[in-house]
């Protein structure tokens, strides 16, 4: 599921990204890498701020439609 979907409380772990490769590095240099996990601080109509290696990161809704994450059960 795209993390624009994911629900406020959960944790999950980056699948893969899309877009072209400056979109990809972009989320790269962010952390957002496959294999990576992170804990949804919030979400708002698609806008997600996230917890990712101990530092809160604010992400549009463009830009977590483009990381696929799962859920961690």
């Given at each position: 599921?795209?993390?624009s979907v994911a629900r406020a409380g959960e944790k999950v772990i980056v699948f893969k990204t899309g877009g072209d490769d400056s979109i990809?590095?972009?989320l790269a240099d962010m952390?957002?890498?496959p294999g990576t996990s992170l804990n949804v601080i919030s979400q708002h109509s698609g806008d997600v701020i996230v917890n990712l290696k101990e530092s809160h990161l604010a992400i549009t809704k463009q830009l977590a439609q483009k990381i696929m994450v799962t859920e961690v059960r």
């Amino acid at each position: 599921m795209p993390l624009s979907v994911a629900r406020a409380g959960e944790k999950v772990i980056v699948f893969k990204t899309g877009g072209d490769d400056s979109i990809r590095q972009h989320l790269a240099d962010m952390g957002f890498v496959p294999g990576t996990s992170l804990n949804v601080i919030s979400q708002h109509s698609g806008d997600v701020i996230v917890n990712l290696k101990e530092s809160h990161l604010a992400i549009t809704k463009q830009l977590a439609q483009k990381i696929m994450v799962t859920e961690v059960r």
